[in-house]
């Protein structure tokens, strides 16, 4: 909010990303026509079928998945896909890794973060887990109030934001689950796992 007060286009980078090209991004990416994102994945998601996912189906899903937090994309979905149910919307949401936006200052006007309606959004998620929390295994319990990137998602939807998809090239993601599949190639090097290590060779 405050870099838009100041610039037209703003690329936004987590210390963990590691730039590894001379391209310009602002260039490729036409900020002026959607908000520059890439989609999460999870290896845990695609056990809940579409159409099928209920409280009960994400608990089912938590239990299978043994170090299963706040953080996981499984639980950022159930997060966003509970909190667009609220709203009658039952639309497929992808979870954004906020690691790298790009974000224009209209967007930035439009998407309106802290503004509007963000208590009522508070209130819902307080009241998510209030009604589910008889069950500790209920996936409720790792529904939070700072979990910026479940938000950033959920208010892309709900605020009708066109998103440009970055690609692996763009947004290489490289956790725990893919070591050893460093996309060396990728103009940008997300070390989710911080083995900043398995890319000198890079970079000397």
């Given at each position: 909010d405050?870099?838009a007060?100041?610039?037209?286009?703003?690329?936004?980078?987590?210390?963990?990303?590691?730039?590894?090209?001379?391209?310009?991004i602002?260039?490729?990416?036409?900020l002026?026509?959607?908000?520059?994102?890439?989609?999460?994945?999870?290896?845990?998601?695609?056990?809940?079928?579409?159409?099928?996912?209920?409280?009960?189906?994400?608990?089912?899903?938590?239990?299978?998945?043994?170090?299963?937090?706040?953080?996981?994309?499984?639980?950022?979905?159930?997060?966003?896909?509970?909190?667009?149910?609220?709203d009658?919307?039952?639309?497929?949401?992808?979870?954004w890794n906020?690691?790298?936006?790009?974000?224009d200052?209209?967007s930035?006007?439009?998407?309106?973060?802290?503004?509007?309606?963000?208590?009522?959004i508070?209130?819902?998620?307080?009241?998510?887990r209030?009604?589910?929390?008889?069950?500790k295994?209920?996936?409720?319990?790792?529904?939070g109030?700072?979990?910026?990137?479940g938000?950033?998602s959920?208010?892309?939807?709900?605020?009708?934001?066109?998103?440009?998809?970055?690609?692996?090239?763009?947004?290489?993601?490289?956790?725990?689950?893919n070591?050893?599949?460093?996309?060396?190639?990728?103009?940008?090097?997300?070390?989710?796992?911080?083995?900043?290590?398995?890319?000198?060779?890079l970079?000397?």
């Open positions: 405050i870099l007060n100041q610039y037209d286009e703003v690329f936004y980078f987590d210390l963990d990303v590691v730039p590894n090209t001379t391209e310009n602002f260039e490729h990416f036409d002026s026509t959607g908000i520059a994102l890439a989609p999460s994945y999870s290896p845990h998601r695609d056990y809940l079928p579409f159409g099928e996912r209920t409280f009960q189906t994400y608990v089912k899903a938590a239990n299978a998945v043994p170090d299963i937090d706040s953080r996981s994309v499984l639980v950022k979905y159930a997060f966003v896909r509970n909190l667009l149910m609220l009658g919307i039952y639309d497929e949401p992808d979870i906020t690691g790298i936006i790009g974000i200052c209209k930035v006007q439009k998407l309106n973060y802290f503004g509007g309606d963000f208590k009522e508070v209130a819902e998620i307080c009241g998510m209030n009604e589910h929390t008889f069950f295994t209920d996936i409720t319990q790792y529904f109030l700072n979990d910026g990137e938000l950033l959920y208010l892309t939807i709900s605020r009708d934001l066109n998103v440009h998809k970055m690609d692996d090239m763009w947004h290489h993601m490289y956790k725990e689950w070591v050893g599949q460093l996309n060396s190639e990728a103009h940008m090097i997300h070390f989710i796992n911080k083995r900043f290590e398995d890319a000198t060779n970079f000397g």
